[in-house]
């Protein structure tokens, strides 16, 4: 089976514009999360998708932050405006489960903002 | 408040050693316990995990972890490690969902 894939691997933008990152679950794959490693800080976690729905949300910083799952199926992750701060890797999993089932995890995206 | 620390960031061991990289967590009641690991240009990876029962762990790739609730620790360990362990790895906590409490991560380096 395909793995999670997100796009795109590196973004370089100035503070100020917008980014957009997106993520493509496993097929079937009802729960998708995003998860966040800024420079020199664990990962954390940012928000849980049921199928289209935010299931949770709390992980996420600001409301220059804007997940969506239209259809359930792929995630984008908008970032506007972006600030130094965003600085870090973005990564997507997805579970077919949201209790005790693995999650997989994409390469992330690797975002910079100067 | 749920945490995990990791208490080494680097570790440098040669190839044929033997590894064991240090895990404890802080957690009110029976945590599920995971190790993943992130290859350079790769995604985390599911090692290992620990729901209940057995203390002792077995994964993927040669590696185990050992659930110890009384140091509330889970050891990661691996007998003899390869050129190719060489990665990032991190000790994950979670009450039973999918929101997960992730340590810092120990980056290992193999000397050949």
């Known amino acids: 089976e395909a793995g999670v894939t997100q796009f795109p691997s590196h973004s370089v933008i100035e503070k100020g514009q917008t980014v957009t990152l997106r993520c493509d679950p496993i097929?079937?794959?009802?729960?998708l999360y995003w998860y966040r490693r800024v420079m020199g800080k664990e990962i954390k976690f940012l928000l849980h998708f049921v199928k289209e729905s935010k299931q949770d949300e709390s992980g996420m910083p600001n409301n220059r932050f804007l997940a969506e799952r239209t259809g359930g199926t792929y995630s984008t992750l908008k970032v506007q405006p972006a600030e130094l701060e965003d600085s870090g890797v973005y990564f997507c999993?997805?579970?077919?489960?949201?209790?005790?089932?693995?999650?997989?995890f994409g390469n992330g995206t690797r975002l910079t903002v100067t | 408040a749920q945490s995990v620390t990791q208490p080494d960031i680097h570790i440098t061991v040669s190839e044929g050693a033997s590894l064991e990289l240090r895990c404890n967590y802080s957690?009110?009641?029976?945590?599920?316990l995971f190790w993943y690991v992130q290859s350079p240009g790769q995604g985390l990876q599911l090692l290992l995990k620990y729901f209940s029962g057995d203390t002792l762990v077995q994964g993927i790739k040669g590696f185990e972890a050992e659930f110890k609730r009384s140091q509330s620790s889970f050891n990661l360990r691996k007998p003899s490690v390869h050129w190719s362990d060489a990665a990032e790895y991190f000790c994950?906590?979670?009450?039973?969902?999918?929101?997960?409490?992730f340590g810092t991560g120990t980056q290992l380096k193999v000397e050949l």
């Open positions: 097929s079937g794959h009802d729960n």
């Open positions: 957690y009110g009641a029976t945590p599920y």
């Open positions: 999993a997805s579970s077919q489960s949201s209790y005790n089932s693995p999650l997989h």
């Open positions: 994950v906590l979670t009450g039973g969902g999918n929101k997960l409490t």
